[in-house]
């Protein structure tokens, strides 16, 4: 078993992207912002506080999906930022592979207000934390692989721990 591909996985706030960045510079793997696939119409409805529904996210997904087979095909590994919600989602991104791993970043309600409540520039607003949270299926390991961290600690010390949960299994 090899991990090539690692998804870092959350609910808005919860530090998929800085997390994701910092771990693709420690393996030396490409970074992808999962939100840089979103349909413009998807980031729109965001923007104005409407959630996206699974029609919306479908073509996003897919998005995600085909990145990774593209890299799989050009023997590529990556760390991905995505939300990643729900196990159908996961499933449709592993897409039977078991070259990938998820992390997925668990805060407190609270946490995530007050980070959300202090970021600035992005088009996730604090109205659809909730709507997020109630579409949450956590991960379940087995069946699925993935890594549970609680984002009470610092980028780095996340960043850590995800090297070092993966680092036996990585694909070198």
């Known amino acids: 078993m090899h991990i090539r591909y690692i998804v870092v996985m959350g609910v808005?706030?919860?530090?998929?992207?800085?997390?994701?960045?910092?771990?693709a510079q420690q393996l030396h793997w490409l970074f992808?912002?999962?939100?840089?696939?979103?349909?413009?119409?998807n980031v729109e409805k965001m923007r104005q506080g409407i959630p996206l529904d699974d029609a919306d996210r479908a073509p996003w997904l897919e998005a995600v999906a085909q990145t990774i087979r593209h890299w799989r095909s050009q023997g590529r590994c990556a760390v991905i930022a995505c939300s990643a919600l729900r196990r159908a989602y996961r499933?449709?991104?592993?897409?039977?592979?078991?070259d990938l791993c998820f992390v997925y970043?668990?805060?407190?309600?609270?946490?995530?207000?007050?980070r959300l409540q202090n970021r600035r520039s992005h088009f996730m607003p604090l109205d659809l934390l909730d709507s997020q949270l109630a579409l949450l299926e956590e991960p379940e390991a087995p069946p699925?692989?993935?890594?549970?961290?609680?984002?009470?600690?610092?980028?780095e010390v996340l960043a850590h721990e995800v090297f070092?949960?993966?680092?036996?299994?990585?694909?070198?």
């Open 12 to 23: 808005s706030g919860c530090g998929k992207s800085t997390i994701a960045e910092r771990v």
């Open 91 to 98: 499933d449709i991104i592993v897409e039977g592979h078991d």
């Open 32 to 41: 992808l912002e999962g939100d840089a696939l979103h349909p413009p119409a």
């Open 105 to 114: 970043l668990h805060g407190t309600h609270e946490l995530l207000v007050q």
């Open 164 to 172: 070092r949960s993966v680092s036996g299994y990585i694909a070198r």
């Open 144 to 155: 699925e692989r993935a890594i549970r961290l609680e984002i009470d600690k610092s980028p």
